[in-house]
C-alpha cells in the first residue's frame, strides 16, 4: 500500500487555467504538507496543516489554496496557472507536528504551464 | 530564518569509494537534521537522522555526524554501490511553532561501476 499517494502524476495545461492537486496519506499521520520543488530541485515548503489547521503558510501567492477536509487529506488547488507554476508539487506527512519528526513524501505531481 | 548550504551540487565516484557530502546551518537553535535520497522520478526518502544531542550516528554503509560549534553535519556513505547513485538532500529544523524543515540545495552523486 501506497503511504502518501497524490494524483495526478503529470499534469499538463495551459496559462490561465485552474488544477487541483490530491493528497492522500493512510500512515495516519496528523501533519501534512505541500512542498514546491524547482527545476534545479530545490525543495521549498508551501504549507503544512495539522489535524486540518493551517499552521504553515510561507510566502506563496493566493492564487494557491489548500484545503484539509480531514486529517488524511491535503489537496492543493491552483487558480489562474502561469508559466512559473510550472514544478514539480510534492506532498508530505509527519507524525509530529512541525519539521522535527521524519517526513514520508508521496511520488510528486509534475505540472508543466504552456 | 534558517539557511542550509550544501556541498558539492554534483560528486562522481567509483564503486567502492566513500563519498562524503557536507552541510553547514545558520541557526544555532535548530536542532534536528534528516537526510534524504531523492530517485528518479519519485520523492525524497529519508535514509538517516540525527538530533543536537548526538555526534555521530551510523546505519550500515551511511553515517552522519554533527558539529554544533561549527554547525555543519556530514552524510557519509562507504563502499558505494550503482544503486546509490541519485540526489541526496540536507535538512534542518528550528523549534520553533509554525516553522518547518529547511532544505539544502542537494548533491547529485554518480557512481560509475
Known amino acids: 500500500d501506497t503511504a502518501v499517494s497524490q494524483t495526478p502524476k503529470y499534469l499538463v495545461t495551459q496559462m490561465g487555467n485552474d488544477k487541483s492537486i490530491k493528497c492522500e496519506q493512510n500512515?495516519?499521520?496528523?501533519?501534512m504538507y505541500w512542498y514546491k520543488q524547482d527545476s534545479k530541485k530545490f525543495l521549498k515548503i508551501m504549507f503544512s496543516y495539522n489535524n486540518k489547521e493551517l499552521i504553515i503558510n510561507e510566502t506563496v501567492p493566493n492564487r494557491f489554496s489548500p484545503k484539509s477536509p480531514d486529517k488524511a487529506h491535503l489537496n492543493l488547488h491552483i487558480n489562474s496557472l502561469e508559466l512559473g507554476d510550472s514544478a514539480v508539487y510534492f506532498c508530505?506527512?509527519?507524525?509530529?507536528?512541525?519539521?522535527?519528526?521524519?517526513?514520508?513524501f508521496g511520488n510528486g505531481t509534475r505540472l508543466t504551464v504552456t | 530564518g534558517e539557511n542550509v548550504e550544501q556541498h558539492p551540487s554534483t560528486l562522481s565516484v567509483q564503486e567502492g569509494d566513500s563519498a562524503v557530502i557536507k552541510c553547514t546551518y545558520s541557526d544555532s537553535a535548530s536542532n534536528y537534521f534528516p537526510w534524504y535520497k531523492q530517485e528518479l522520478g519519485k520523492g525524497p526518502q529519508l535514509i538517516i537522522d540525527?538530533?543536537?544531542?548526538?555526534g555521530e550516528k551510523k546505519d550500515q554503509r551511511i553515517a552522519v555526524t554533527l558539529n554544533k560549534t561549527a554547525k555543519h553535519f556530514s552524510l557519509h556513505i562507504t563502499e558505494t554501490q550503482p544503486e546509490d547513485s541519485a540526489v541526496y538532500f540536507c535538512a534542518a529544523h528550528r523549534p520553533q511553532a509554525g516553522t518547518a524543515l529547511i532544505f539544502g540545495k542537494g548533491t547529485t552523486l554518480s557512481v560509475s561501476s
Open positions: 540525527i538530533r543536537s544531542n548526538v
Open positions: 500512515l495516519g499521520h496528523d501533519t
Open positions: 508530505a506527512s509527519s507524525l509530529a507536528r512541525g519539521g522535527n519528526s521524519p517526513l514520508h
